[in-house]
């Protein structure tokens, strides 16, 4: 069974995230503050971790806590989503340069969020029909082509922003919750 550690100081923030995830065949653990996100990420080595910015321990945020996680050796290869109500553009840049794999804003549509948890544990080609017909808390739907609809109408795609030809992270036209490292 894959592992997925959600990050959030706030008890119903994970609480949220991991009744969305109980859909699926995953173990969820639970960390409320940096240091003992790393700790856990050490002795569980979970597969995918959902990490928020703002933590309200005051030692470590999430930016640092990421890039703790990636520089070591034993915790490297996990997969990081920042998930985070930070939705401006150097925080997105911040977050991606310290070594986050995606980077979701809050609030998120839980369909999408059920999307990406799938393609990142192995589970490529799961679609909003996987759920059934289910209204996510902002109306947003399945479309045929995979893509997610996000609160102002725009349109995420399933493998995320495309790179810029200088390597930056176009994000300028996607939605909330639609931020992807290609």
Known sequence: ??????????????????????????QILHASSGPEAIQVAQREK???????????????????????????????????????????????????SSGADDYFVKPFSPLELLVKVDKV??????????????????????????????PNGAQSTPNGAQGTSNGTHDTSKLGPGAYCRP
């Open 1 to 26: 069974m894959k592992k997925i550690l959600i990050v959030d100081d706030r008890p119903e923030i994970r609480e949220l995230v991991a009744m969305t995830l109980r859909i699926g065949p995953h």
């Open 46 to 96: 979970p597969d995918l971790i959902l990490l928020d910015v703002m933590l309200a321990d005051g030692e470590m945020n999430g930016f640092e806590v990421c890039r703790h996680i990636k520089g070591d050796e034993e915790t490297r290869n996990c997969y990081v989503v920042m998930l985070t109500a930070r939705d401006e553009q150097s925080d997105i840049e911040e977050g991606f």
């Open 121 to 150: 544990m192995g589970n490529h080609g799961a679609s909003s029909t996987q759920y059934g017909t289910q209204d996510t808390p902002n109306g947003a739907q399945g479309t045929p082509n995979g893509a997610q609809s996000t």
